[in-house]
């Protein structure tokens, strides 16, 4: 009822959480009777496109109604005040009762909970240990608004760090997604609904993202938690790729498969390996979270002696840490966020970071043995795109048409005749 209908990947365009708004409401619609499911947030629940639930449930309301109110509900179970502090202990109250609930936030200050995560994380993993304690629902957050697209509010709203907090707690307790597009986003969010005795941290845009694999697909991704993209990749088979392009996140994503096909059109005869990864605790040791992966299953994924080139959602050390311990760390190279923010573009956001599909190319160029003489000229190109980023949003105020218009073609930007 809720997929994306996906005939070609990168074609369309979603707000994830919007079409995850559309899950929500049919959850409250389904749990009406029993009212035991809940939405709690400190911004506001259309801000976040969460406003089909309004279908089911106003937002929580006591005070006098006005003839110009809307959505308020003496009996609403949306519940919105600005205070993270009071969201969080509403919904840690609600689901130690045997309820269940989400909590969506912007992503930059759900910090502001980080002390009360952690005891909750930490009473979880005690009560797990006590067989007269029953299990209770998960503690699932929702955070969007995120670093990479502050078009208006800016340097104050963008702070990724809460992914590198939780995941210093218990491995048994915490779970880290990031969806790349809507399909997954309904998959991830219909797992952690249905979980006991986690916390799970979802980041997801709220801003029209590419869709990338339909539901069926998405459900198998999320399952692997992390998979070759086969068709973004030119891999034939016969040989191990040159280097492996890696993404997590919705932005990240989209910036790595643009670099992908510029690979494609200007450099075909190089075999690239596309890998996504949505479950962020795939890439630790099997011995230290239960979704880590073997050693074996890492080197058959990312290789044990090819570069590896990863755009990720948050700060890049944190890849770093979590795969310190793989054979091929030596030629793992992050881009992410690093402090580099203000008020401009999308795309502009991306380039002052270093993670746009320009500066991956160049980064590809640089690594992959014996290809900086060769394609000079390519490299060349990519700076030069990058200066040209550069004039046009200071004199026009938005992306270049390239960026801005760009959508995935696949195998129509392969050219044979290309230097």
């Not at 209770?136 to 697209?149: D, G, Q």
């Not at 502009?348 to 640089?366: E, P």
């Amino acid at each position: 009822r809720f997929a994306v209908p996906v005939e070609e990947p990168g074609a369309t365009r979603h707000e994830p959480t919007g079409v995850l708004g559309d899950l929500l409401e049919a959850v409250m619609a389904a749990t009406a009777d029993r009212r035991d499911f809940r939405l709690v947030g400190p911004d506001e629940t259309a801000s976040n496109r969460l406003q089909a639930v309004y279908g089911a449930s106003g937002k929580a309301w006591q005070e006098p109604l006005l003839k110009t109110d809307e959505h308020l509900d003496r009996h609403g179970r949306v519940m919105e005040i600005l205070s993270e502090h009071t969201c969080q202990g509403w919904l840690e109250g609600y689901l130690l009762t045997g309820r269940h609930g989400l909590f969506s936030c912007y992503e930059a200050f759900v910090h502001i909970v980080d002390s009360m995560v952690n005891q909750h994380i930490k009473w979880l993993r005690t009560s797990r240990r006590l067989p007269w304690r029953a299990p209770i629902a998960s503690l699932n957050y929702l955070l969007t608004s995120h670093v990479w697209r502050q078009d208006h509010n800016g340097f104050s709203h963008q702070d990724p760090g809460f992914v590198d907090h939780v995941l210093n707690k218990s491995p048994e307790v915490v779970r880290v997604y990031l969806p790349p597009d809507a399909n997954t986003l309904l998959s991830v969010a219909d797992h952690a609904l249905r979980s006991r005795d986690y916390v799970n941290v979802i980041v997801a845009g709220k801003q029209p993202c590419f869709d990338w694999l339909s539901l069926d697909e998405a459900r198998a991704h999320c399952a692997r938690g992390a998979g070759v993209w086969e068709w973004a990749g030119t891999e034939d088979g016969t040989r191990e790729p040159d280097v492996v392009l890696a993404c997590a996140g919705d932005v990240p994503t989209q910036e790595v498969l643009a670099a992908a096909s510029l690979l494609r059109r200007h450099l075909p005869g190089l075999a690239v390996r596309v890998v996504n990864v949505v479950d962020m605790t795939r890439l630790m040791p099997h011995e230290e979270h239960p979704h880590g992966m073997t050693d074996g299953e890492y080197d058959a994924l990312f290789t044990t002696d090819r570069p590896v080139i990863f755009g990720y959602h948050g700060y890049p050390w944190l890849v770093h840490r979590l795969a310190y311990r793989r054979a091929g760390h030596a030629n793992l190279h992050v881009r992410g966020y690093k402090e580099m923010g203000t008020t401009t573009t999308p795309f502009d956001m991306v380039v002052r970071n270093d993670l746009d599909r320009y500066r991956l190319v160049m980064d590809v160029i640089d690594r992959v043995p014996g290809l900086g003489v060769r394609a000079v000229g390519v490299r060349q190109a990519m700076a030069d795109a990058r200066t040209r980023h550069h004039s046009w949003i200071r004199e026009h105020g938005t992306d270049m048409p390239e960026v801005a218009d760009w959508s995935w073609t696949g195998a129509d930007d392969r050219d044979e005749d290309a230097p």
